[in-house]
């Protein structure tokens, strides 16, 4: 028997430390929120990913009367960004979440399980690492690849 140990990396920052395209991007992820259709849970969510033709998609949660049929936030991003540019690999990844007062929060969101399967699925359909910025009203988290929040993930390279 051997006990391991998994080390991830992300950074930190100040929001006045973000440089001006990702302080860009998270500036869209908070006005995606805000087209968020969220009447159950009102919980806001943002999403804004930069594409590497340098085209920006938006997209928020949206929920139904029917719960398990709503979408969140990512999804709604990565689905209509690939279904619009199938050959464009995403370069940054933006998320953001204003609460039940309408006021961003001031704590940091982290996507769900199911948004970073389908995060990773976007870095691996081309080959790439996706940046994803969590920003919350002070502070944004950086991490470089979306395999620093999903470890021991299933991907292609699984299905045998
Ligand atoms: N939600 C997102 O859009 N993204 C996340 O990462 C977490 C949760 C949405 C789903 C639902 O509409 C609401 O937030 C409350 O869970």
């Excluded at 001006?20 to 919980?43: C, G, M, R, V």
């Excluded at 033709?53 to 990512?74: D, H, R, V």
């Excluded at 999804?75 to 609460?99: M, Q, S």
């Excluded at 919350?136 to 021991?152: A, R, W, Y």
């Amino acid at each position: 028997m051997e006990n391991k140990e998994l080390k991830i990396k992300y950074t930190e920052y100040n929001i006045s430390e973000i440089n001006t395209e990702d302080e860009n991007l998270i500036e869209k992820a908070k006005e995606a929120a805000q087209n968020s259709y969220s009447p159950y849970s009102h919980f806001k969510v943002g999403a804004a990913v930069l594409l590497e033709n340098g085209i920006i998609i938006k997209g928020s949660n949206q929920e139904n009367a029917a719960f398990p049929s709503s979408l969140c936030a990512e999804r709604v991003t990565l689905f209509y960004a690939n279904a619009t540019y199938p050959d464009i690999p995403a370069k940054i990844l933006a998320i953001t979440a204003f609460g039940s007062n309408n006021e961003i929060l001031d704590e940091i969101i982290t996507p769900c399980g199911a948004c970073r399967q389908v995060i990773l699925e976007t870095e691996n359909r081309f080959n790439n690492n996706c940046r994803i910025l969590l920003a919350s009203k002070e502070k944004v988290l950086e991490f470089q690849t979306i395999k620093d929040l999903l470890p021991f993930s299933f991907g292609k390279e699984d299905l045998k």
